[in-house]
């Protein structure tokens, strides 16, 4: 069994800063060797990649967050991480880490004008 935490999520201003964490638990013992993300789901809205972190370091983000945030993880740790700069109104939504295969329960994210 392996057990994804988000946390960090909650309410911010325009034009603020949040940043996530995903911590990896239970049957899993490195994360070395997975690819990870963040994913982000609006009301109404289907699924949306906000940014993904290969095993090997290599990162890809969404267009519309390019500049703003950052992905970033620590394998010791087994954490992802991810750092939201200037936030608009439309990144409300509820973000969920990805590891490999699974997937967290997922934090909210809210954001006002």
């Known amino acids: 069994q392996v057990q994804l935490v988000e946390s960090g999520g909650g309410l911010v201003q325009a034009g603020g800063s949040l940043r996530l964490s995903c911590a990896a638990a239970?049957?899993?013992?490195?994360?070395?060797?997975?690819?990870m993300g963040w994913y982000r789901q609006a009301p109404g809205k289907q699924h949306e990649l906000v940014a993904t972190i290969t095993s090997g370091g290599s990162t890809n983000y969404a267009s519309s967050v390019k500049g703003r945030f950052t992905i970033s993880k620590d394998n010791a740790k087994k954490m992802v991480y991810l750092q939201m700069n200037s936030l608009k109104p439309e990144d409300t939504a509820v973000y969920y880490c990805?590891?490999?295969?699974?997937w967290g329960q997922g934090t909210q994210v809210t954001v006002s004008s």
């Open positions: 990805t590891v490999g295969r699974f």
């Open positions: 239970g049957s899993i013992f490195s994360i070395n060797n997975m690819d």
